[in-house]
């Protein structure tokens, strides 16, 4: 067991940039701690490269590929899998209505040793197309049927991934934003009960409300890209409506929250995150590099 497993998605060590350096100087400087990472990117790269030096106290680093899928599991059996569907169904509907606490009921359903819910049961049942279904005619919104479907499966795969991922034993887990990688580390405390801390240099769901408004990978009907829209499309809400579950759901679960300023505390409490959980630690400055600067007077 390791003291502390980052929970990283796209930084250190394969990304350069302002928070990758902190993570490495963070690391670097606590050289009595044992660290490992848990790194989460959409999919395999062979020609990926280490950006940084890696230190001697980070003793392994494993890899989540979101879109990475194993479909050759059997569906299990149909009492069980109709129950498990039953289950996620209640629970889903729980988180729509931002009931965060309600991911410790899901996890014995998608990590049971003996019996877990599969690939199969959740995207090729007929139970699961009966959710799929339901969901369409509640919220749906008129929207064509088949960009739902898809948009669904896009959604919900690389969670489903997230659910089931093994998570190396720490005695702290540490995740540099909300995302996916907030949901793997409130995972991870729930199933090691350990603690869990969030430090947020910039705002992940705000970083993905701007690119989402912004995104032409999301489908919007062909009537909708000829005109300015005053509010996002339906998929585009839909995808974000995900980015503000996962920071709900990292903000429900951490143990302490860090950020640099005032104006990201105020954005965090807005989103749901306690405000006692909340500590500034703004970004440190090297006061010899000035100390010798001479102010020029005023003309």
């Not at 394969?14 to 044992?34: A, F, P």
């Not at 690939?119 to 197309?129: H, K, L």
């Not at 739902?148 to 489903?160: A, E, K, M, Q």
């Not at 143990?255 to 500590?279: H, M, Q, R």
Request: proline content about 5%; aromatic content about 14%; overall charge positive.
């Amino acid at each position: 067991m390791v003291d502390v497993c980052l929970i990283l998605e796209g930084t250190y060590p394969y990304v350069s940039g302002g928070v990758s350096t902190w993570i490495h100087q963070l690391v670097t400087e606590m050289k009595d701690l044992r660290f490992s990472i848990l790194y989460i990117s959409p999919f395999p790269n062979p020609r990926r490269e280490y950006k940084y030096p890696i230190p001697p106290n980070i003793v392994d680093i494993q890899d989540l590929y979101l879109h990475e899928y194993d479909h050759s599991g059997a569906r299990s059996s149909g009492k069980r899998r109709r129950a498990a569907l039953g289950e996620i169904k209640v629970i889903h509907e729980d988180m729509i209505r931002g009931r965060w606490e309600a991911l410790a009921k899901l996890l014995p359903i998608f990590r049971d040793a003996d019996h877990p819910v599969t690939t199969a049961d959740i995207f090729q049942s007929e139970e699961s197309w009966d959710v799929l279904v339901s969901f369409y005619e509640r919220y749906g919104e008129g929207v064509s049927f088949l960009d739902f479907f898809w948009t669904w499966r896009s959604i919900y795969l690389p969670l489903f991934k997230v659910l089931t991922v093994a998570v190396p034993k720490a005695r702290l887990y540490h995740t540099v934003s909300t995302g996916y990688a907030g949901l793997v580390a409130s995972i991870a405390k729930l199933t090691h009960n350990r603690k869990m801390l969030l430090t947020e240099h910039g705002i992940y769901t705000h970083e993905r409300l701007l690119e989402i408004s912004q995104a032409d990978w999301i489908y919007s009907p062909q009537q909708e890209r000829f005109r300015i829209q005053k509010e996002l499309s339906f998929f585009k809400r839909f995808w974000f409506g995900l980015f503000q579950a996962l920071g709900g759901i990292t903000y429900k679960h951490a143990d302490g929250i860090l950020t640099l300023y005032e104006g990201n505390k105020t954005k965090e409490i807005l989103a749901g995150a306690a405000p006692e959980k909340i500590s500034i630690i703004p970004n440190g400055i090297d006061l010899e590099l000035y100390r010798n600067i001479k102010v020029k007077p005023r003309s």
